[in-house]
T-cell receptor
Framework: ELKVEQNPLFLSMQEGKNYTIYCNYSTTSDRLYWYRQDPGKSLESLFV?????AVKQEGRLMASLDTKARLSTLHITAAVHDLSATYFCAVDRRSGGSNYKLTFGKGTLLTVNP | EAGVTQFPSHSVIEKGQTVTLRCDPISGHDNLYWYRRVMGKEIKFLLH????????ESGMPNNRFLAERTGGTYSTLKVQPAELEDSGVYFC?????????????FGQGTRLTVV
């Protein structure tokens, strides 16, 4: 059974600081997603990482994927209050035929304090 | 273009009652997924429709849950009778194709509270 573990689950940080969220998964998969969720809102796709060594950046967020280590990281640079949200990583897995389904981590609740 | 929409956004019901959740996918998306997040736990897959056909319902917790997608457009998820452990946020997602083409887009979720 595919397991996805995120850490930390809770992260309180000051504005201007850097931090990294980690996402480990247990079996082979070559497609990893990072989502952001604001309270009461939908999951917003941040990054889709398709291959080993993939690195993507958007603003103050940068995501990377190491498929050999089964590890993805989401790095936050110089955090600002607007980044406060819950961040999920998810790995997709074939569920039969050509169908795939997502397996999520528990999410990281990020709070950025002034 | 409208995104994935879910109704209602919140529902509070008593144990033993019935609740029906609705999901309207993005127009033209054949694939529709239901997921659920129980408090403090992971978001877990419930089932997957391709048009009106159930492709994978391996995540459905038990036979109190019934999902339908008549006509291949919107979908409903009925819980009958509801139990306390059914409380959580139910997410719907849709995609135009399964891999490798597109990712799934999520709705805002329905927060279900069973008291």
């Amino acid at each position: 059974e595919l397991k996805v573990e995120q850490n930390p689950l809770f992260l309180s940080m000051q504005e201007g600081k850097n931090y990294t969220i980690y996402c480990n998964y247990s079996t082979t998969s070559d497609r990893l997603y990072w989502y952001r969720q604001d309270p009461g809102k939908s999951l917003e796709s941040l990054f889709v990482l398709l291959s080993n060594g993939a690195v993507k950046q958007e603003g103050r967020l940068m995501a990377s994927l190491d498929t050999k280590a089964r590890l993805s990281t989401l790095h936050i640079t110089a955090a600002v209050h607007d980044l406060s949200a819950t961040y999920f990583c998810a790995v997709d897995r074939r569920s039969g035929g050509s169908n795939y389904k997502l397996t999520f981590g528990k999410g990281t609740l990020l709070t950025v304090n002034p | 273009e409208a995104g994935v929409t879910q109704f209602p956004s919140h529902s509070v019901i008593e144990k033993g009652q019935t609740v029906t959740l609705r999901c309207d996918p993005i127009s033209g998306h054949d694939n529709l997924y239901w997921y659920r997040r129980v408090m403090g736990k992971e978001i877990k897959f419930l089932l997957h429709f391709v048009k009106e056909s159930k492709q994978d319902e391996s995540g459905m917790p038990n036979n109190r849950f019934l999902a339908e997608r008549t006509g291949g457009t919107y979908s409903t998820l009925k819980v009958q009778p509801a139990e306390l452990e059914d409380s959580g946020v139910y997410f719907c997602a849709s995609s135009q194709d399964t891999r490798p083409n597109t990712e799934a887009f999520f709705g805002q979720g329905t927060r279900l509270t069973v008291v």
